[in-house]
């Protein structure tokens, strides 16, 4: 059953649980038979999630990535990585307006922004072209002041304690 009414959400923060809230979404609505795209923004690597919705949710959720294998951080910017950002932005906007989809989640892209790839206005943009029934997911830190101002919910996690700092790597269907 389609939605009626849908919203924009913005899960942001210095914590751990953005990817996670939105993978979480979209389990949710994957029970209730919603349709979801998601865009992963500066990922091209390796993640658990990527394969389980590729193997095991294919039918209702399509999730593509637009990112190199390589971590992207200020100064490191190529001209693939900005070609990439602009393609995630391409297919959204199709994927959004297309009525196939019921949930669109533009993941890490406030960090995408932040970064430099894309903008705030280019997000400004997609929640502007958000048809009525299709709800918005978008993720990363450095959400912008006008992307936190234009949503409907905004969820901030903050770090209080991670055992990244005692050198625990990202772990294999925890992290990645």
Do not use: W
């Not at 190529?78 to 533009?106: F, N, P, R």
């Not at 969820?155 to 990645?176: C, L």
């Amino acid at each position: 059953m389609p939605l009626d009414k849908g919203y924009v959400q913005v899960y942001t923060g210095n914590g751990k649980g953005k990817t996670t809230a939105a993978l979480g979404l979209t389990l949710r609505a994957v029970g209730a038979g919603l349709r979801v795209y998601i865009a992963q923004f500066l990922k091209g690597q390796d993640y658990s999630e990527v394969k389980c919705i590729k193997e095991r949710f294919s039918d209702l959720v399509h999730i593509e990535q637009f990112g190199t294998p390589r971590f992207v951080t200020t100064g490191t910017i190529t001209d693939e990585d900005l070609v990439l950002a602009k393609k995630a932005l391409e297919k959204i906007k199709e994927a959004m307006l297309s009525g196939k989809y019921d949930i669109v989640i533009m993941e890490e892209a406030n960090v995408a922004a932040y970064l430099g790839l894309i903008s705030a206005q280019d997000i400004l943009d997609v929640i502007d072209a958000k048809p009525e029934n299709v709800e918005l997911v978008i993720t990363g830190r450095y959400a912008s002041e006008e992307v936190i101002e234009r949503a409907d919910l905004v969820t901030e996690m903050k770090e209080v304690k991670h055992y990244y700092t005692k050198g625990v790597q990202a772990r294999v269907g925890i992290e990645k």
